[in-house]
C-alpha cells in the first residue's frame, strides 16, 4: 500500500530513519549519538582519503532534522488549550554554564514547563524556552494556549504569580508548600550563620517544620513558637509569607477527600521535567538558539507523554512529505541566530 514517499526528495535518508532519530532525541540522546546511529543503520558512513568508511559523529545531520521535522510530528498532539479541570503545575528549570573568560557560572536560559491533568492522569502540557523567569517571559508562556485552568500551583516568585494573576484571573492559586518549607528553611539555615545569636533558638525549631507543613493542628504551635522564640526575620516571615500558609491549610481541605489532580505541591511536575533536567545539563553550554532548542523540547515533550512512536512519527512525516511533492515545506537551518549574538545568552 502507497504510504507516501519513503524519503524526502534529495534527502540520503528514509522517513524512518528520521523517525528513529527524532525519538532517540526525544528520550534525552545527543545530536552526535543521535546522528551516529542514524549512519550506522542506514551504512551511510563517509568514505576517507583511502577509500575506508569512517564514522562521523558530526550532530548537524540530526539537528538539522530536528528543526525540520519536530513540528510535524508534534503537530498531531499539541495542545491548544490549558486544561478546564483539575490544576495546572508550573515550574522552571535554570540551566547554568560557565563563562571561559571568568570561571564562574551563571544562568544561560531557563525551561518553563506546565503539567496538567487529562481525564485525571497526569500530562506534561507545554515546555519553551525563555532567557529569565521575567512576568512578560511567563505571560507570552501562560499566553501561547487559549482558556484557563480552575486552579494553578506554582512557586511564590512575583514573576510567576503576578503572571498567573494577570493571564488567569479567575483560577485559584495555591502556591507550593515545598517551595514555602524550602524557603523557611533556607532562612533559618541562613539566620543560624548570620545571626549566632540566634543559633540554639534555630536549632529547636529547624527539625520541625516539616511536621509543621502537614497542617493546622501542627502549624498553630509551632508558629507561637517561633515568635516566642525572638527571632525577628523568622516572625517577619510568618507574618506575611506564613499567613498564605494559614490561609492555604483553610482551603485545601482533608487529605482524604481531595482528588489527585488537586496536589499541595508541584512534585508531581518533578517527574516529567527531571529526565529533561537530567538530559540537558551536560551540554547546556551548546544549545544557544532558542527556537532549535524549543523544537528538541517539543520531542522531549511527546516522549514525556508517551507519543513517541517511530510508526506514528514515520506516518506523520510521508504524509506531511505526500502533500508538498515529497520535499519539506521549509529549508534546513533557516531557523538561526544573528552572528555573536545568540537568542539564549
Known amino acids: ?35 551516529l546511529v542514524a549512519r550506522e543503520r542506514a551504512k551511510r558512513l563517509r568514505a576517507g582519503p583511502g577509500g575506508e568508511l569512517r564514522f562521523s559523529r558530526h550532530g ?67 515546555l519553551e524556552a525563555f532567557t529569565s523567569k ?25 514573576g510567576l504569580t ?38 540554639e533558638a534555630i536549632d529547636e525549631l529547624l ?27 523568622v516572625s517577619e516571615w510568618l507574618n506575611s509569607t506564613g499567613r498564605i500558609v494559614a490561609d492555604q491549610f483553610n482551603r485545601r481541605g482533608p487529605r482524604a477527600s481531595r482528588p489527585a489532580d488537586m496536589p499541595l505541591s508541584t512534585s508531581p511536575l518533578d517527574g516529567f521535567i527531571n529526565p529533561i533536567r537530567a538530559a540537558i545539563g551536560p551540554r547546556a553550554y551548546g544549545l544557544k538558539n532558542r527556537e532549535r532548542t524549543n523544537r528538541m523540547l517539543m520531542l522531549m515533550q511527546l516522549h514525556a507523554n508517551h507519543h513517541d512512536d517511530v510508526h506514528a512519527y514515520t506516518h506523520l512525516i510521508r504524509e506531511w512529505l505526500q502533500g508538498n511533492q515529497g520535499r519539506p515545506g521549509v529549508d534546513r537551518r533557516a531557523v538561526a541566530d544573528t552572528r555573536g549574538a545568540p537568542s539564549l545568552r
Not at 5 to 19: D, E, L, S, T
Not at 23 to 33: E, H, I, L, M, N
Not at 151 to 157: H, I, K
Not at 174 to 181: D, K, S, V
Request: aromatic fraction near 12%.
Open 60 to 126: 548537524s545531520l540530526v539537528m538539522d532534522w530536528v528543526e525540520v521535522f519536530a513540528p510535524v510530528v508534534f503537530k498531531a498532539y499539541r495542545p491548544t488549550a490549558w486544561p478546564t479541570t483539575g490544576s495546572l503545575l508550573l515550574d522552571d528549570l535554570p540551566f547554568r554554564v560557565r563563562n571561559p573568560q571568568t570561571g564562574r557560572h551563571r544562568i544561560a536560559f531557563r525551561i518553563f514547563a506546565a503539567m496538567g491533568y487529562e481525564r485525571g492522569r497526569a500530562k506534561l502540557w507545554r
Open 1 to 35: 500500500m502507497h504510504e507516501g514517499p519513503h524519503a524526502a526528495r534529495r534527502y540520503q535518508f528514509v522517513a524512518r530513519g528520521v523517525a528513529e532519530a527524532l525519538v532517540a532525541v526525544g528520550a534525552g540522546s545527543t545530536y552526535r549519538d543521535a546522528a
Open 207 to 233: 527539625p520541625d517544620v516539616e511536621a509543621a507543613f502537614t497542617g493546622p493542628s501542627f502549624w498553630a504551635p509551632f508558629l507561637e513558637r517561633c515568635h516566642v522564640a525572638g527571632i525577628p526575620r
Open 134 to 158: 521575567s512576568q512578560p517571559d511567563w505571560e507570552a508562556f501562560l499566553g501561547a494556549l487559549s482558556g484557563a485552568p480552575p486552579r494553578v500551583v506554582c512557586d511564590n516568585d512575583h
Open 162 to 199: 503576578n503572571a498567573v494573576g494577570a493571564r488567569f484571573p479567575d483560577a485559584e492559586l495555591y502556591l507550593c508548600e515545598w517551595h514555602l518549607r524550602h524557603a523557611l528553611e533556607r532562612l533559618m539555615g541562613k539566620l543560624r550563620t548570620e545571626e549566632p545569636q540566634h543559633q
